[in-house]
């Protein structure tokens, strides 16, 4: 099999694996509804979990930096739920293609189904823990606009980046088992490092290193229509420069090793 059969193979998989919503769709509920089964507030008590987080960063922290806590908290509160995102796909995408073993042993279906299965359900998710911030604006008392239009696409362009991502680390880890923690670790201290609980302002001179960092731009499509009413295109711009790179680098290394997953599980 050429390189050229082997690009075309894998963009039929993605083809197909995207289109295919109404499989990876009801599959993700599926797992959403597996997971909080007999639940009384079922995935909105990661909502409660995110809202006490929130919470209590958001007071403790505002005392450290010197901040109020009607800015401080909003700011914290979607810069949380949007890293929220990015790190529970990026942890569960190590382990895609192995948790679906036996399906993908048994049953002809796409390999990037079983990727878009996991983002749906963080999605979803996302979405439960996304509902706390309105209650969070009321508090702030911070203002809806008209900025608030471009938050789909700021969600699609996470969920692109996500994907692309995702795939990348799937098929990887499918063939080094090691590099899951390795993952794990280094999301660790990238959270510590983006200003998720902390304001880019207090870097003062330095404040380029936040302006390097790609987590800070994807916080940033949400929280700058949502807090200042304005649309950052300088982040968007970097989000669309790291989606076309990404899935460059991601549908590369899928090509090149799509035909051999099965047999590393």
């Not at 690009?7 to 997971?35: E, F, K, N, P, T």
């Not at 979990?49 to 700011?75: D, N």
């Not at 960092?213 to 970097?238: C, K, Q, T, Y």
Request: hydrophobic share 60%; proline share 5%.
């Amino acid at each position: 099999m050429d390189g050229g059969d082997r690009l075309r193979r894998s963009l039929d998989d993605l083809r197909h694996g995207l289109l295919a919503v109404d499989l990876w769709g009801y599959l993700g509920w599926h797992d959403i509804r597996q997971r909080y089964r007999r639940s009384l507030l079922g995935p909105f008590w990661l909502t409660l979990s995110t809202a006490i987080f929130v919470g209590a960063i958001g007071f403790l922290y505002s005392k450290f930096f010197g901040q109020t806590l009607v800015r401080f908290l909003p700011f914290v509160a979607i810069g949380f739920i949007v890293w929220v995102m990015i790190q529970t796909s990026l942890n569960e995408a190590c382990l895609v293609f192995v948790e679906a073993e036996s399906v993908i042993k048994q049953i002809r279906m796409p390999f990037s189904a079983h990727v878009s299965r996991m983002l749906c359900r963080n999605a979803v998710i996302f979405l439960h823990n996304f509902a706390i911030v309105p209650a969070v604006m009321l508090v702030a008392g911070v203002t809806p606009g008209w900025a608030l239009l471009v938050l789909p696409v700021s969600l699609a362009l996470l969920a692109w980046n996500c994907f692309w991502a995702a795939l990348l680390l799937a098929t990887v880890c499918t063939r080094f088992r090691d590099v899951p923690p390795i993952i794990s670790s280094l999301l660790q201290l990238v959270f510590f490092v983006s200003p998720v609980i902390w304001l880019p302002e207090i870097l003062g001179n330095r404040g380029w290193v936040a302006a390097f960092n790609p987590v800070h731009h994807f916080m940033e499509m949400f929280r700058a229509p949502v807090l200042d009413g304005r649309v950052p295109l300088v982040s968007f711009g970097v989000a669309l420069a790291i989606a076309l790179a990404g899935s460059a680098l991601a549908l590369a290394v899928f090509a090149r090793f799509r035909h051999r997953l099965a047999y590393w599980l």
